[in-house]
């Protein structure tokens, strides 16, 4: 009985020694965006409305996952100044306190905007009036926030789409080109702690609006304009993430400032299904790669927390999905993938209702030569088995794939969507299934294809 015992302890024992040297690292991988993003010296946010607040799992994820709140539009001037000269700031306090309480840097958004703007700003036609006008809001609302804001928008969108023009708007009109300037000196007098950053969309990529805002924030730290950052929105559209962006935020950063990416989403057309949440799942990892392999990309933001509450498929009817949680709060093959990219990793906790588990993938090297190579992509099913799979590859830059056999590809530049052939499409839980592909590399073979994946 004893030697039964002694046996049974020693098994124990052994088995206990075996659990050890498996077990993972204590320090695993950061587990959560922000933690992730903190370890590589950055911030990540997210944008969101006082009026979701109450919403537990709305505020619960916030917390847990961002550093960084953009009140989504507590702070316009249609909110903060809605009447001349009376001012209003209770929802805009509220989120205020809510992220010092948390530990959340905030982001002001936004001073001046042609935009929610209220109606008697518009009617104001005497430049002094207008400057003095703008000045006074700026100077009130920076100066009731200083000292709390880390970064303002201080002018938000004000050149054009396609030629980079000025904008038209009452600003522009009545002032004339110098309101830029003079709004961020009336916020550096306000609030001098804050970065104060100007910020747009579509200036993502180089195009004519990007070059525009490059030549006025190289003006601006030539003349001595207080200007600390430039917020790319990012407002993307699935597989359109531009391949010249870590280029542009690079450039700009050249001038002396900080880039940040402000207003990131990623919309697609609803329904969402498996094949696109992959691709979307790729594009974040682009940009968030992007970002980090800018040394003055300091913060990313996604513009909200859910697709519930997303302003997407209010603005473009038929669109939607755009961000990093569905509407239940799931966590998104995006999610992962940004997680990924900033050197995190989900921890997958055992009833973890926010863990997508359908699929993972693993890419391999199996044959190489002086202009070519072999890969394989294995498709893993978690703890519940798929009906069809999709991996997402992006390329490196000349490469092409000659041939791709147990798979069934599509090719759009250099991202190649592979769904299954018919009889690896089904997984059981846990199963695996393979696909091998040749490719020609002229350029040199030195870089692996990145991989996300979806299911369906
Ligand atoms: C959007 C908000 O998300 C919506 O709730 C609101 O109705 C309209 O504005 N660029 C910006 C943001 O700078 O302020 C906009 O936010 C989205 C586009």
């Not at 699929?359 to 202009?371: K, L």
Request: some cysteine.
């Amino acid at each position: 009985m004893r030697r039964v015992l002694t046996a049974v302890l020693g098994a124990g024992a052994l088995l206990l020694a075996m659990l050890v040297a498996v077990a993972p690292p204590a320090s695993a991988a950061p587990g959560t965006l922000k933690e992730a993003a903190a370890a590589k010296g950055r911030v990540f946010g997210a944008a969101a409305a006082q009026g979701h607040m109450g919403e537990s799992a709305y505020a619960s994820t916030l917390d847990r996952e961002f550093n960084q709140l953009t009140p989504e539009n507590e702070m316009k001037w249609d909110t903060t100044e809605p009447s001349r000269n009376s001012f209003n700031y209770g929802a805009a306090d509220q989120l205020v306190s809510h992220a010092q309480a948390q530990g959340m840097k905030i982001r002001g958004h936004t001073l001046v905007w042609h935009s929610q703007l209220p109606g008697w700003v518009g009617g104001i036609s005497s430049r002094d009036e207008l400057l003095s006008v703008m000045r006074n809001h700026i100077s009130n609302e920076a100066g009731h926030f200083a000292g709390k804001i880390a970064y303002w928008d201080v002018v938000n969108e004000a050149f054009q789409d396609g030629s980079g023009a000025r904008r038209d708007s009452v600003f522009q009109r009545v002032i004339g080109d110098g309101y830029i300037e003079e709004a961020f000196r009336a916020a550096r007098a306000a609030d001098p702690t804050a970065k104060l950053c100007y910020n747009d969309y579509n200036i993502d990529g180089q195009n004519a609006k990007s070059n525009a805002v490059y030549t006025m924030v190289q003006d601006f730290k030539r003349r001595g304009v207080p200007i600390d950052c430039v917020g790319l929105q990012a407002h993307l559209i699935l597989g359109n993430v531009p391949s010249d962006m870590q280029a542009n935020m690079q450039r700009l950063a050249n001038l002396g400032v900080d880039v940040h990416i402000t207003e990131l989403d990623i919309r697609m057309n609803t329904p969402a299904d498996g094949s696109k949440l992959a691709t979307q799942a790729n594009d974040y990892r682009k940009v968030v790669s992007a970002c980090l392999a800018v040394s003055r990309c300091t913060v990313m933001t996604v513009w909200g927390i859910t697709d519930k509450y997303s302003w997407v498929p209010d603005t473009f009817p038929g669109e939607g999905a755009a961000l990093l949680f569905d509407d239940n709060y799931n966590k998104k093959p995006a999610y992962t993938a940004a997680l990924e990219a900033l050197g995190g990793g989900d921890p997958g906790d055992p009833g973890d209702p926010g863990d997508p588990g359908a699929v993972t993938c693993a890419y391999t090297r199996t044959a190489q030569w002086s202009n070519g190579f072999n890969g394989q992509v294995t498709v893993t099913a978690g703890s519940s088995a798929v009906g069809s799979w999709t991996a997402v590859m992006t390329m490196g830059s000349g490469q092409q794939i000659t041939a791709l056999w147990n798979g069934t590809p599509s090719t759009n530049g250099s991202v190649v969507t592979v769904k299954p052939v018919s009889w690896n499409a089904r997984l059981a839980a846990g199963a695996s299934a393979s696909f091998g592909f040749t490719v020609n590399a002229p350029g040199g073979n030195a870089t692996a294809p990145s991989v996300t994946c979806g299911s369906p």
